[in-house]
């Protein structure tokens, strides 16, 4: 196998030669570029991307600025589960029952946070404030839900 510098590209090809142009790799198709397989490049492809989702994964479970929010470790990896429930027409349900099990605050997603009151709204965003382009939304310079801090 030998290694070649074409048009800024390094390609590892067995029957190239030095002088051949990208273009010419790519119009011999697939025979060029034989020391590189699609299932190789396939699971590589599915190694880097389990390799991702165990990583943000990690950082969302364990490292994330939500992860002390209580609610179920799957709400906490993905939007799956809201999803899911939204599609089979029992997100209100599955959300109170969450709130019964676990207080009137709820981590229902990566980035969602439910919360039954007010004082539960404060509580989240004392901790986690909201950015001053919300407050373009108040109504008679009084706040209201959406624009709570």
């Keep these: 196998m030998s ?11 067995g029957r190239a030669t030095p002088t ?14 034989d020391t590189i397989s699609y299932s190789t490049c396939a699971a590589s492809m599915a190694v880097a991307f389990t390799a991702y989702t165990s990583i943000l994964s990690v950082y969302r479970l364990f490292l994330g600025p939500l992860r002390d929010i209580p609610g179920p470790w799957y709400t906490k990896i993905s939007n799956f589960w809201i999803s899911w429930n939204e599609m089979s027409l029992r997100q209100c349900r599955a959300i109170d029952d ?10 229902l997603g990566p ?14 965003y004392t901790r ?18 959406f624009t709570t801090r």
Excluded: C, E, Q
């Excluded at 070649?4 to 590892?12: G, R």
């Excluded at 980035?111 to 989240?124: E, I, P, Q, W």
């Excluded at 986690?128 to 839900?145: C, E, I, R």
């Design 3 to 13: 290694l070649y510098m074409l048009d800024s590209w390094s390609v590892a090809v």
């Design 98 to 107: 969450l709130f019964v099990k676990y207080g009137p605050v709820v981590r």
């Design 20 to 33: 051949m142009s990208f273009a010419d790799i790519l119009a011999r198709g697939s025979t060029a570029m």
């Design 111 to 124: 980035n969602k946070v439910g919360f039954l009151d007010m004082g539960a709204a404060k509580g989240v």
């Design 128 to 145: 986690f404030p909201k950015d001053d382009s919300y407050l373009a939304f108040m109504v008679d310079g009084g706040h209201m839900t």
